[in-house]
């Protein structure tokens, strides 16, 4: 976090973002690369596989937008390419009260086969104790 909180800060000043975490597996990726255990995925992109972005904003008191980007390979039986793709989500959260919260949320994977996009409400409720 050190070395990404002040681009996190930056970014959040520069947009007027309430919000931003930016996340990466890169250690993980270059041990994996090294290993050689993604014979599928033989690219040097393959490093930013799971490097996610996270970015949000309140449009008022109990409004908040959010976006997550996250860049994913495609390997698996579910997908229909083996190469690097992304994985969007837009939500917007509405808090009823301290304990309530809806939100609505589109979920778009680009490498899906099938079913590419999924729409969701959700509804949540805390239980203090």
Request: neutral net charge; charged residues 25%; hydrophobic residues 35%.
């Amino acid at each position: 976090r050190a070395i990404s909180r002040p681009m996190e800060k930056e970014l959040e000043q520069t947009f007027g973002l309430d919000y931003v975490r930016f996340s990466s597996q890169l250690t993980r990726n270059i041990i994996m690369f090294n290993l050689n255990n993604n014979l599928e995925l033989n690219s040097r992109l393959a490093l930013l596989e799971s490097t996610k972005i996270i970015v949000g904003k309140y449009l008022s008191n109990n409004f908040f937008l959010q976006y997550t980007g996250q860049i994913e390979s495609g390997v698996g039986y579910r997908y229909k390419a083996k190469h690097l793709g992304f994985h969007h989500t837009l939500g917007l959260e509405y808090q009823i009260n301290p304990q309530v919260l809806v939100e609505l949320e589109y979920d778009y994977d680009s490498l899906m086969l099938e079913k590419r996009d999924d729409k969701r409400i959700i509804l949540r409720h805390w239980f203090p104790f």
